[in-house]
């Protein structure tokens, strides 16, 4: 495929910028300074596409548009927690950049403590960053794409989106809700020939796991919950999620081809019965 010969052209040294599916594209990735986002846009980047990077940190921002090497990388340092001020930076990305092809919704925040010992502030904060902005953002770019008939709408959620476990009642729920609004988002959209597609990462080896917020909203601080040992290299989970966007995959699980998480997404489909004696023994710090 296109994107196949791009990326090991891009690895041997020989090519940096080819005409691929993302040529010429204005891709908006949020979430852009660490992790799975910073790693997509530096591959995108690599691929011809032109970039908006939206992250907390200015700083981090430009580390990443400089290993873009790419004078179409734009930064835009916000806090998309702040659903008030998303209209404004809308409009600002507008004036300045243009339309958008394709938005990668990918700020987020995970979450892990019980139900019962959770402050609801801490529900809050997590429903604002990792589904509300989400919906605001959309909908913000959702107009400019209905008037040109085109576009593309991504959106990084995660298997806990689609299986619930103990102590990812905060992070769970922000995720199934993102689930639920881009299914009917797609059906809605479909006449307008916007493609919206929902990757669901399991464990990937990122920062993610120790930022995580507990009880009172610190950070959980360890990484002792299978993101290092057991998660999936950043590298693979960003070019699997490429893949799935030129591809136009409706959904796609962001998983090794083997793992105990892609068997209980079965488990859970086909015998939900099963799957709650799983998720209620399952522990992660013990799976760690």
Not at 33 to 56: H, P
Not at 115 to 140: D, H, I, P, R
Request: with cysteine; hydrophobic share 35%.
């Amino acid at each position: 495929t296109v994107f196949i010969s791009c990326y090991f052209e891009f690895h041997n040294d020989k090519l940096y910028n080819c005409m691929s599916y993302f040529h010429n594209k204005r891709v908006w990735v949020t979430g852009a300074s660490s992790g799975i986002g910073r790693d997509v846009a530096i591959k995108l980047s690599r691929l011809g596409a032109e970039l908006i990077l939206t992250a907390r940190s200015r700083d981090k921002l430009e580390e990443v548009k400089k290993e873009c090497g790419n004078a179409k990388t734009h930064i835009f340092e916000h806090d998309l927690s702040n659903l008030d001020t998303i209209d404004d930076l809308v409009s600002k990305v507008a004036n300045q950049v243009g339309t958008i092809d394709i938005l990668f919704n990918n700020a987020g925040i995970s979450a892990y403590s019980s139900a019962n010992e959770t402050n609801f502030t801490v529900y809050e904060q997590v429903m604002k960053l990792n589904f509300l902005s989400v919906v605001k953002l959309t909908k913000c770019i959702l107009p400019q794409m209905i008037s040109n008939k085109r576009g593309q709408i991504v959106t990084n959620t995660s298997l806990s989106g689609k299986l619930g476990s103990k102590k990812r009642s905060v992070y769970a729920s922000s995720k199934h809700a993102l689930h639920g609004f881009m299914d009917s988002l797609r059906a809605e959209v479909y006449e307008h020939n916007i493609n919206v597609n929902v990757v669901a990462p399991g464990f990937v080896n990122t920062e993610i796991g120790m930022k995580a917020l507990t009880e009172d909203g610190t950070p959980y601080g360890n990484n002792d919950r299978g993101h290092e040992s057991k998660g999936m290299d950043v590298d693979k989970a960003s070019n699997m999620i490429i893949k799935a966007i030129e591809t136009n995959k409706r959904e796609t699980y962001i998983l090794p081809f083997m793992s105990f998480t892609k068997i209980a997404l079965y488990i859970a489909r086909y015998f939900p019965g099963l799957a709650s004696v799983i998720a209620r023994n399952y522990n992660e710090e013990d799976n760690g």
